[in-house]
């Protein structure tokens, strides 16, 4: 087992229960198992998921056991290396990130690559170990290596592997699909940090077709522009109808063949819904509600195809990390000390981060 100096104890920011702040404190560092790394944390990235966790959303699916230290978003070096993991290539210092989605490997999922929906899995930042923390033993199966050549920070890095993991893969849907064609328009719904990544991917696999994303935060629309969004509509306070109006001034059609809702709040997929073309994909990837409530007739009628899209494999993973490397992703990250996460965690709570939040050791 190849070594560096590891202390015996590191930072964490845990849960102990729901609906309550995470304690600062000094914990035992975890120690590994021979398939295993242990991954020194560059940067976690802070998720609407972890608010969610927070405030007890995910306890009917899975209740959590605590202490929970939360982050799943993990970008890092290797500091340990098991005995099995050597065999694997690699090595203490290496530039990596955290495949989400740890599967039993048994099951037919996991066969065929989704781990991450693995019926018996587990995840990082969902557990005793995640990312808000100074250190965190994964399995080496589920650590991919980043080219040192490509300059990427932690802080870049970690965001991909769910803000840009998670729309990545309901593109792929989309675009597999066929929903994608010169001369469509595309519709991202929701500008926030995954909506950001939503855009730079419709822009490149949406075949020539016309980006619109629609959001309520004028800054976060601003941003999405920046990535590539053709136009940028804001629907705060607004109907249907209206929007139709100017989704018509910008592009010439009031509807849109293809959408990714980032979101997932009731409100936000009635409107994707109603701005739907005959024969339109809608993939859904964000939780922010609880339920969904169409029309039935028009999803029937006008045979409308609906997706739903989990986070990520490695794969779709190795894709992003992959098109990072190339140079072919814009980054918006907000570097917070370990000491605000408490602070962080509110105005993600609230809305008013712009881009991605990450914890930096």
Sequence with gaps: ????????????????????????EEVPTPDIAPDQVLIKVGAGGMCRTDVQL?????????????????????????????SAAEAGGFRVGDQVVV?????????RLCHRGDTHICPHGAWPGFGPYGGYAEYVPVPASYV??????????????APLTDAGLTPYRGIKKLRDAG????????????????????????????????????????????????????????????????????????TGRDEVDAAIDVVGAEATIKLGFGLLATGGHYASVGLVGDRIDIPLFPLVG????????FWGNYNDLSEVI???????????????????????????????????AVITF
């Design 54 to 82: 927070v405030d007890g959303y995910f306890d009917k699916y899975a209740p959590s056991e605590f202490p929970v230290t939360p982050g799943h978003e993990i970008a890092g070096e290797i500091a340990r290396v098991g």
């Design 144 to 157: 991919i290596k980043v080219k040192s050549e490509a300059n990427l920070t932690a802080s870049q890095l």
């Design 302 to 309: 006008r045979e409308y195809t609906y997706h739903g899209s």
């Design 179 to 250: 929903a994608f064609f010169p001369g469509g328009v595309v519709g991202v719904m929701g500008a926030g940090a995954l909506g950001i990544y939503g855009v730079q991917y419709a822009k490149l696999f949406a075949g020539g077709a016309t980006v619109v994303a629609f959001g309520r935060n004028p800054e976060k629309l601003k941003l999405a522009e920046k990535v590539g969004a053709d136009h940028v509509i804001n629907i705060g306070g607004r109907s249907v109808d209206d929007i139709r109006g100017e989704l018509r001034e910008v």
């Design 99 to 107: 495949v989400g989605g740890i599967g039993d490997g048994t099951c």
């Design 322 to 356: 992959a098109l990072a490397e190339q140079g072919k992703i814009q980054h918006a990250v907000h570097e917070l000390r370990f000491d605000d996460v408490n602070d962080a965690i509110d105005r993600i709570r609230t809305g008013e981060m712009v881009g991605r």
């Design 1 to 24: 087992m190849s070594n560096t100096a590891i202390p015996s104890t590191m930072r964490a920011a845990r849960m102990h229960a729901y609906n309550q702040p995470f304690v600062l």
